[in-house]
């Protein structure tokens, strides 16, 4: 975190000053403004956090509810997820609370006593190590408070607006195209209906989205005819595992998926209550918890447990669904139009719960589109870039389907039916890459470069999120992580990996160094603002070959220290050196004839360029920016 640069901070550095929409922000919903989110789950709520890094955009969250979310029905943190808090400056704290998943335990038949289970393997979580993140489970409604709490220290003072619900909408021409009917559902003006008018809208209103009915998308997909119980309880018991991760097979009582909760008493089971046949389709969903506790105890015998407490119950039945689009052009119209509407996460995309996938994918849906909207409303990028949205995140949608229905029909397959015992496990450790959320790879577009030089970088794949490792600081001698350096405060990175000449010689990062702060076509030139820091769009950082101790910080060139604040300091934290025996360049294969490391600003790979490929690096930034006015 830095700060100090406008001033001497004695308080909070987390709160920025307000500017923008944050100075004199109204407390009701005007009636024309920039962006309307609707909801405020997941995909919503990210939406809203990163677009209150924008002080010129005036973004206003609501929810038919009359207060904030108490209990979230979503638990599951992959390691991706935790990469986006850290972004969003959270993931600290959140991991404190958290319940950290290193094991997950599989209990089977017993091969001599098959009436009993018992536990046959104990896999780590990310055997490949994968991220240096750690898989977590909390409360829903915890991770939407972090984002509510960024929001209004953010400039433009954000806060959700409760107790308004979404009715409908139209769109038509000018300015403010989409117009909105509102009803306040609690408070002074409840039962009122209002229209406002806005120039997009978000839909991340759930499962049952109305926002997705308005603009005419169709869910496709169906049901997968199994009913499970899920229950957060508080129990007495003696199966040995209860704080532990688990998959649980009986022989004659169905599967369990058993998820311990934060706070280190609580869990979460999903019970399997078998096939919905014809008959049972009216009334398995009306089925009582003492029902889904007995089932549970006939699935852990010779194990039991007394249940003490029910925090919360359901039941459901599996489904795969996912929308032919994610925003409101017409099929054929790409191109001829630009969106107005967006849908995001369940709105989007239903599935199992137990790949703990939904509010994963939701994150990062409402990211990806998060910084696209603050882009194009403030002048910096073409409405075109709106487009890039559901052609990318449909693609993830997809994958994820394909995925849940393999790994859910697994877990409700009955254990004597398994041709190789070790075929559940077996697929958990095999596929771990794709829950965790690092399977994305968004293909070539204005904002995603070909992987034409991909040789040079082969740790950062072009498309794929930036995977982080270690570097040093050279002004302060402190070991970093390299991607945790990153906010999510709407810029691009451009890191530049140097060739083998050292600080102040001649080489091709000094060159590249020079065009970039001097030439008319660097991006840098052409789209900073000029009454904005030297670093207000992109995030330039060199990193060296040589240990810290090697790196002059004097003969570094000054595109990698820029002037910041209205003091114009420099900035010394952009310049890095490697850690002796855990060398960047050979943990992320990057070329030792150096490398240009193009990240957007939702943490993926946009491109892998020559330190020499500079009109390559201008006509990229040319396509998907706009010069500030």
Known sequence: ?????????????????????????????????????????????????????????????????????????????????????????????????????????????????????????????????????????????????????????????????????????????????????????????????????????????????????????????????????????????????????????????????????????????????????????????????????????????????????????????????????????????????????????????????KAGQGMNVSLQDGFNLGWKLGYVLDGRSPESLLATYSAERQVVAQNLIDFDREWSTLMAKPADEFEDPSELEDFYVKTFEFPAGFMTEYEPSMITGAATHQGLAEGFTVGKRFKSARVVRVCDANPVHLGHLADADGRWRIYAFADAGAAGQDSALSRFAHWLGTAPDSPVVRFTPAEGDDDATFDVKVIYQQVHHDVDINAVPTAFKPTVGPFDLLDYNKVYGVIEGEDIFDIRQIDRGGAVVVVRPDQYVAHVLPLEATADLADFFAASLRPPA
């Open 1 to 353: 975190m830095q700060f100090h640069h406008h001033g001497y901070v004695t308080t909070d550095p987390r709160i920025q000053p307000a500017a923008g929409v944050g100075l004199d922000r109204p407390e009701d919903i005007p009636d024309v403004f920039d962006v309307l989110v609707v909801g405020t789950g997941p995909a919503g709520t990210i939406t809203a956090a990163q677009l209150s890094r924008f002080p010129s955009v005036h973004t206003r969250i609501i929810d038919r509810r009359p207060h904030r979310l108490e209990m979230g029905h979503a638990d599951g943190i992959q390691a991706r997820s935790v990469e986006t808090f850290q972004a969003f400056g959270f993931a600290g704290r959140l991991a404190e609370e958290a319940y950290r998943i290193t094991e997950m335990a599989f209990w089977k038949p017993d091969p001599q006593n098959p009436e009993h289970i018992v536990r046959t393997a104990r896999p780590a979580d990310d055997p490949t190590g994968i991220s240096e993140f750690p898989h977590l489970l909390v409360n829903q409604a915890r991770i939407i408070d972090y984002f509510n709490e960024y929001m209004a220290n953010s400039p433009t003072r954000m806060r959700p607006d409760y107790g308004v619900e979404f009715l409908g909408l139209t769109v038509g021409e000018g300015e403010y195209p989409v117009q909105v009917r509102l009803r306040y559902t609690a408070g002074p003006r409840q039962g009122q209906e209002r229209t406002v008018r806005v120039k997009y809208l978000v839909g991340g209103d759930g499962a049952h989205s109305r926002v997705r009915t308005e603009i005419g998308c169709t869910h496709v997909g169906a049901q997968a005819n199994h009913a499970w119980g899920v229950m957060d309880v508080l129990v007495t018991t003696d199966f040995p595992d209860i704080r532990l991760k688990c998959a649980i097979q009986s022989r004659s009582g169905g599967n369990i998926l058993h998820i311990p909760r934060e706070g280190g008493h609580l869990f979460r089971m999903y019970v399997d209550l078998g096939e919905v046949t014809a008959d049972r389709a009216a009334t398995i969903r009306r089925t009582p918890i003492e029902d889904i506790i007995a089932k549970a105890n006939a699935i852990l015998h010779p194990y039991s447990m007394d249940v003490k407490h029910v925090a919360w119950w359901s039941v459901y039945e599996v489904g795969h669904r996912v929308t032919d689009k994610f925003d409101d052009v017409p099929a054929g119209a790409e191109g001829e139009r630009m969106p107005r509407v967006f849908i995001a996460g369940d709105a989007c995309h239903t599935h199992s719960a």
